[in-house]
């Protein structure tokens, strides 16, 4: 029996969109997603699919505690949306490095390992040699690094394709429109309007990223106050192993793949919905990875891209119900997208099938001093 009321849009096919389509699906509700370009592109193409919240240094207690949930959920996550797609993500846990070269740095990562402990979060600081010997690559300076257990990496170029289909193996069907629209009356969403005609539902999940700002027939009050951020990336190509780990250093982290490219990123610009590679943007990373490792000198680069991450004032999602009865919001994630997947389409799932939204209240546009829509 289907405890939704009534069929569910989710407006955005990116990683965030599409795991909360399939999870909603695989709990027997009626999804259509809507996409004007291709699924699992954008920000969610373009990143480099780190799974990393303690490197990645986030200040806010309820994000990281979030960022952290979502982690432990990643093993089962990929495992469901391989049962439902036959596409392995490439799931690696193996840990994220973390390099010093200075001695400022060096204490800043012990003082970090400190933190860590407190949390009950496993690390280890490693000394100059077995430093080298984990990434012999990096150059001799090395004074040390930090090793960060259970963090690592997930392929999501792969991810993007295994959710597509997982989606469509489920019954929640993907479908392309150039023109998407949220139709509303006073009180409630009623649907969306696209290339071919009106499509009723009892709810709508906004889950456009940088574009969440732009989805048309949103009442002001619900419109998300989001702006892109670009971030550069390249990869190069190394022999499959030269690098083992996911290791940051000084201005860039690197992230390899299994058929031996190595991902470096990335920028962070704010530049509208500007989507060009830089040739400033391209020497930035080539600096930082070179500086850090000359050993990749030698290696050709093979691709160059940009995304464009969903930023917000405050550096916070917003993530459940809009101010509009109906209407929900996914998006926000800034450098988090890949991370949260698996715990934003639970919550919002959550919150669309039983309205339990607690969980998701420090996300909640209400933070910004927004009203409930008027019904008069």
Not at 99 to 121: I, M, N, P, W
Not at 158 to 168: I, K, M, N, S, T
Not at 258 to 283: I, K, M, N, W
Request: proline share 5%; glycine share 12%; charged share 20%.
């Amino acid at each position: 029996m289907n405890r939704f009321d009534g069929d569910v849009i989710v407006v955005g096919a990116g990683l965030i969109g599409l795991a909360i389509a399939f999870e909603l699906a695989e709990r027997g509700a009626s999804v259509r997603i809507y996409e004007r370009g291709e699924p699992g592109r954008a920000a969610s193409w373009a990143g480099a699919g780190m799974l990393a919240p303690y490197t990645e240094r986030i200040r806010n207690e309820a994000l990281l505690d979030l960022c952290a949930a979502s982690l432990a959920e990643y093993p089962a996550f990929v495992e469901r949306i391989l049962a439902a797609s036959g596409i392995d993500a490439s799931l690696q846990l193996d840990g994220v490095i973390y390099v010093a070269f200075e001695s400022d740095g060096l204490q800043a990562l012990r003082e970090q390992a400190k933190a860590l402990t407190a949390r009950h979060v496993e690390s280890r600081m490693l000394d100059r040699s077995e430093t080298l010997r984990a990434a012999p690559w990096l150059r001799g300076g090395v004074l040390g690094a930090l090793l960060k257990s259970g963090e690592g990496r997930v392929d999501n170029r792969r991810l993007g394709r295994a959710l597509a289909v997982a989606c469509e193996a489920r019954g929640a069907h993907i479908e392309h429109s150039s023109s998407i629209t949220v139709e509303c009356d006073a009180r409630r969403v009623l649907g969306v309007r696209t290339d071919r005609g009106f499509v009723g539902a009892g709810a709508v999940v906004n889950a456009c990223g940088a574009w969440a700002a732009q989805l048309a027939g949103v009442p002001r009050a619900c419109v998300p106050p989001i702006e892109p951020v670009k971030g550069q990336m390249i990869a190069l190509a190394t022999p499959v192993g030269f690098v083992r780990r996911a290791t940051w250093v000084p201005g860039a982290y690197l992230v390899p793949r299994d058929d031996g490219r190595l991902l470096v990123g990335a920028t962070s610009e704010a530049s509208g919905f500007d989507e060009r590679v830089t040739a400033h943007g391209v020497h930035e990373l080539l600096h930082a990875s070179l500086g850090a490792a000359p050993a990749l000198a030698g290696f050709s680069l093979t691709e160059s891209w940009a995304g464009l991450r969903p930023g917000t004032p405050d550096g916070l999602p917003f993530l459940g119900p809009a101010p509009l009865d109906g209407l929900f919001l996914a998006t926000g994630h800034y450098r988090n997208g890949i991370l949260l997947a698996p715990a934003t389409a639970r919550l919002i799932a959550d919150a669309i099938e039983t309205g339990a939204a607690s969980a998701l209240e420090p996300f909640s546009m209400a933070r910004l001093g927004t009203k409930a829509v008027d019904p008069q």
